[in-house]
């Protein structure tokens, strides 16, 4: 069992509805949206949260809710949109324990290292790099998954679990990188 503090699970879908498959592109313009209104303010707290992490060694619990708050709405929505499930992700940033894409992501630490968050531009350069290769996986995969649900409706279950090991190292990735955690993102599930 991994340690890791930002844990990913997925309930994908087997049987499908192929008229919400087929026009999946078109029905996540409304979260791409809020998305990118999410990102700007996710990116101000960060920056802002940066360098109270810089002072006072902590993250202010605010600026914590909210860019957590944006990781999951990231990847219920990204995984929606990758094909992952067929329920209509939520609008917000809460824990949705009953939606079949659940980010865990527990509270604060205590204290986090000024040194490792000063670097954290520096450090990671290797997590995109791994980031980059496992979005081409994940597009390579809904592709697949595109054509074989429209077609049969239906998704193998291969298939459809063959996106929960990059969305789990994403996840914890852009925790990693949001500052949410100290801790470098495992490549292990």
Partial sequence: MNSYPVAYEQ?????????????RFVMVIPHAIVSF???IGAMVVVFLAWFAILVT??????MYDFVAGYVRFTFRYNAYGYLVTDA????????HPEYPVRVHIPGPQES???LTTFFRGILLIPVFV????FNIWMQAVAIALWFVAVITGRTPPGLAGAHRFPIAYLARASAYGLLLTDGWPPIDD
């Fill in 130 to 133: 791994l980031s980059y290769i």
């Fill in 57 to 62: 060694g902590r993250y202010p619990a605010g």
């Fill in 11 to 23: 309930t994908p879908a087997i049987e499908r509805n192929r008229l919400t498959v087929f026009f």
């Fill in 112 to 114: 986090y290292s000024r």
């Fill in 88 to 95: 209509f992700p939520p609008f917000d940033g809460a824990e």
């Fill in 37 to 39: 209104f999410y990102a």
